[in-house]
């Protein structure tokens, strides 16, 4: 059992930033990858970020390419999203999810891939 602890989201206006943070309960060893989805009213789960913990290989979705940085500190058994340039439609609810399994990169993509999911972060971005 990974238990997914997210932090770091609120009310921003458009063009600011925001850092959200995923801490893990326990170490978790071999190859596997952490990710970040978010999801709005009425809309489906959306893919925004994953990187891999061995090589350090990182995913974007194409909305968030070039505003977000995904990263990771292996030794705090945690995930960070750096969100720049942040557009009213990026408000979302934040979540982390983790692989416990080495999947092939396209599935990093699908929601129905990761084992464990955090409880979610808020952010809100104003026009």
């Known amino acids: 059992q990974v238990q997914l602890v997210e932090s770091g989201g609120g009310l921003v206006q458009a063009g600011g930033s925001l850092r959200l943070s995923c801490a893990a309960s326990?170490?978790?060893?071999?190859?596997?990858?952490m990710g970040w989805f978010r999801q709005a009213p009425g809309k489906e789960r959306e893919f925004v970020a994953v990187i891999r913990w061995s090589g350090g290989s990182t995913y974007y979705g194409d909305s968030v390419k070039g505003r977000f940085t995904i990263s990771g500190d292996n030794a705090e058994n945690t995930v960070y999203l750096q969100m720049n340039s942040l557009k009213p439609e990026d408000t979302a609810v934040y979540y982390c999810a983790v692989d416990l399994g080495y999947r092939p990169s396209s599935l990093l993509m699908l929601a129905g891939t990761y084992d464990y999911w955090g409880q979610g972060t808020q952010v809100t971005v104003s026009s």
């Open positions: 326990r170490r978790t060893f071999g190859h596997y990858a």
